[in-house]
T-cell receptor, first 110, second 113 residues
Framework: QKEVEQDPGPLSVPEGAIVSLNCTYSNSAFQYFMWYRQYSRKGPELLMYTYSSGNKEDGRFTAQVDKSSKYISLFIRDSQPSDSATYLCASYSGNTPLVFGKGTRLSVIA | DARVTQTPRHKVTEMGQEVTMRCQPILGHNTVFWYRQTMMQGLELLAYFRNRAPLDDSGMPKDRFSAEMPDATLATLKIQPSEPRDSAVYFC???????????FGSGTRLTVV
């Protein structure tokens, strides 16, 4: 079992929909949680990060971590075609490199 | 915008040949990572360096892969001999030890035939 599990999708939604992307992790030592966005044929780029449990909001994006259930979520409000990409969750404990999920491929249809 | 530069962007080679991938990390970043991405396995850590010293290369097949940082502006990943199962996108990323997240390069897409 990988330390970070993520449903690969693909996920297809109409423009304007609310998107929910989710991951689970198994390592209780993980304290930092991140979401990366990867466009086709590009490297991943950091979208958001959170420390420990709680929510963090940045524009249309909200990251949520529930450490009690080891659950990581990313919500995208008013989704746009430009949000079409692969979204990767990642976690680490602070002393070790990031461990990534496999990524969820999202398509937002105009 | 500071960025991580990887060369070459694409590489097609025959089985058994040596492949060298290069990475120029962001100036001032002291931690450099090599990841490999495939559809089946996703992003897997191969090796990483801090202040040019190798910290962990347990993700690499030791008999054929080697990673080095000859200086602070260059990291290399070498495969010798290459095999078809090495076909993947290889990413270099750099960051600061105390920073959150890394900056990734655009990757080297390797095809071994």
């Amino acid at each position: 079992q990988k330390e970070v599990e993520q449903d690969p999708g693909p996920l297809s939604v109409p423009e304007g929909a609310i998107v929910s992307l989710n991951c689970t992790y198994s390592n209780s030592a993980f304290q930092y949680f991140m979401w990366y966005r990867q466009y086709s044929r590009k490297g991943p780029e950091l979208l958001m990060y959170t420390y420990s449990s709680g929510n963090k909001e940045d524009g249309r994006f909200t990251a949520q971590v529930d450490k009690s259930s080891k659950y990581i979520s990313l919500f995208i409000r008013d989704s746009q075609p430009s949000d079409s990409a692969t979204y990767l969750c990642a976690s680490y404990s602070g002393n070790t490199p990031l461990v990534f999920g496999k990524g969820t491929r999202l398509s937002v249809i105009a | 915008d500071a960025r991580v530069t990887q060369t070459p962007r694409h590489k097609v080679t025959e089985m058994g040949q040596e492949v060298t991938m290069r990475c120029q990390p962001i100036l001032g970043h002291n931690t450099v990572f090599w990841y490999r991405q495939t559809m089946m396995q996703g992003l897997e850590l191969l090796a990483y360096f801090r202040n040019r010293a190798p910290l962990d290369d347990s993700g690499m097949p030791k008999d054929r892969f080697s990673a080095e940082m000859p200086d602070a502006t260059l990291a290399t990943l070498k495969i010798q001999p290459s095999e078809p199962r090495d076909s993947a996108v290889y990413f270099c990323a750099s960051g600061l030890q105390t920073d959150y997240g890394y900056t990734f390069g655009s990757g080297t897409r390797l095809t071994v035939v």
